[in-house]
């Protein structure tokens, strides 16, 4: 295809630099994984401001730039972001050898990426609730060894152990069972939508003391079947609260006390630091 390669490398020294990683890994990674075998046959639709633009030709030279690509216009689906993701990727820093849990893995694009970044020696298990999207997802991701895909629901089934948590849809609150799957020095990215109006790209890292609490960025998802509504009893922040965020903490290890930004089940949020003494 005319320019695919020139395409392809400048793609990837462009996220690389919106995200910000000193890790020279991300650029190669993006460089190395072909998007357009992610997205089904050409010509693509892009998604723009709500509208929809369909891609000139069926050469792949289109899809390397920051797009929207569908992956079921009906449902909402899309391939994602690039320059969000590659900030994502960047920020959770994903090492040889770690394990990786992919929820909402879509067509297996970012979740080659991963099983990229953690090799040699780490694993990802994706999981996809949409069956037609799992089955692409299995069949894009034959060719990575270190790659399995779960075509259940994460939040009924639960996660294995893992390093990184990789949340793809948008949560009220991640389950509780999702942060007790983080291993010790754990990063878990989720977008974190307690309300309509709040939309916030989270980390959360499993330290000795809790759960470190890292809203970085606006972010808007679909919603996580299953967890993205709180109860009628949930305590719901503004943005601006949400944002003063800074530890996560378990109802049955803590209950909530008069630095909580929000109450959603049996997970909280609170302004304060988990290295802070002053937590009552």
Same mark, same amino acid.
């Given at each position: 295809?005319?320019?695919?390669?020139?395409?392809?490398?400048?793609?990837?020294?462009?996220?690389?630099?919106?995200?910000?990683?000193?890790?020279?890994?991300?650029?190669?990674?993006?460089?190395?994984?072909?998007?357009?075998?992610?997205?089904?046959?050409?010509?693509?639709?892009?998604?723009?401001?709500?509208?929809?633009?369909?891609?000139?030709?069926?050469?792949?030279?289109?899809?390397?730039?920051?797009?929207?690509?569908?992956?079921?216009?009906?449902?909402?689906?899309?391939?994602?972001?690039?320059?969000?993701?590659?900030?994502?990727?960047?920020?959770?820093?994903?090492?040889?050898?770690?394990?990786?849990?992919? =929820?909402? #893995? *879509?067509?297996?694009?970012?979740? !080659?990426?991963?099983?990229?970044?953690?090799? $040699? /020696? %780490?694993?990802?298990?994706?999981?996809?609730?949409?069956?037609?999207?799992?089955?692409?997802?299995?069949?894009?991701?034959?060719?990575?060894?270190?790659?399995?895909?779960?075509?259940?629901?994460?939040?009924?089934?639960?996660?294995?152990?893992?390093?990184?948590?990789? =949340?793809? #849809? *948008?949560?009220?609150?991640?389950? !509780?069972?999702?942060?007790?799957?983080?291993? $010790? /020095? %754990?990063?878990?990215?989720?977008?974190?939508?307690?309300?309509?109006?709040?939309?916030?790209?989270?980390?959360?890292?499993?330290?000795?003391?809790?759960?470190?609490?890292?809203?970085?960025?606006?972010?808007?998802?679909?919603?996580?079947?299953?967890?993205?509504?709180?109860?009628? #009893?949930?305590?719901?922040?503004?943005?601006?609260?949400?944002?003063?965020?800074?530890?996560?903490?378990?109802?049955?290890?803590?209950?909530?006390?008069?630095?909580?930004?929000?109450?959603?089940?049996?997970?909280?949020?609170?302004?304060?630091?988990?290295?802070?003494?002053?937590?009552?």
């Amino acid at each position: 295809m005319t320019g695919i390669a020139e395409a392809r490398k400048f793609y990837a020294r462009l996220m690389a630099a919106n995200a910000g990683s000193a890790d020279p890994r991300l650029e190669e990674a993006f460089a190395a994984v072909p998007r357009e075998a992610f997205l089904g046959p050409g010509p693509w639709t892009v998604v723009a401001n709500g509208g929809k633009v369909e891609t000139p030709s069926a050469n792949p030279v289109h899809i390397y730039q920051n797009v929207l690509v569908s992956l079921d216009a009906d449902k909402g689906i899309n391939n994602g972001e690039p320059f969000l993701h590659a900030m994502w990727i960047g920020k959770v820093a994903p090492k040889p050898g770690e394990t990786v849990t992919h =929820v909402g #893995a *879509g067509t297996g694009y970012y979740t !080659a990426l991963l099983a990229q970044l953690v090799s $040699p /020696g %780490g694993a990802v298990t994706a999981f996809e609730l949409e069956p037609s999207l799992a089955d692409r997802a299995r069949e894009n991701l034959k060719a990575y060894g270190n790659v399995s895909v779960i075509p259940s629901d994460a939040v009924v089934g639960g996660l294995p152990p893992s390093d990184i948590i990789y =949340v793809n #849809a *948008g949560v009220a609150a991640p389950p !509780a069972e999702w942060l007790k799957a983080l291993k $010790p /020095g %754990g990063r878990m990215i989720f977008p974190w939508r307690p309300a309509e109006r709040v939309g916030l790209a989270v980390m959360a890292t499993r330290t000795a003391k809790g759960f470190a609490c890292d809203p970085f960025m606006r972010s808007w998802f679909i919603p996580c079947i299953g967890a993205s509504l709180a109860s009628p #009893a949930a305590k719901i922040p503004d943005r601006e609260k949400a944002a003063r965020s800074r530890s996560i903490w378990l109802t049955a290890d803590k209950a909530p006390d008069r630095t909580a930004t929000a109450i959603i089940g049996d997970v909280w949020f609170s302004s304060q630091s988990v290295g802070d003494r002053r937590l009552q």
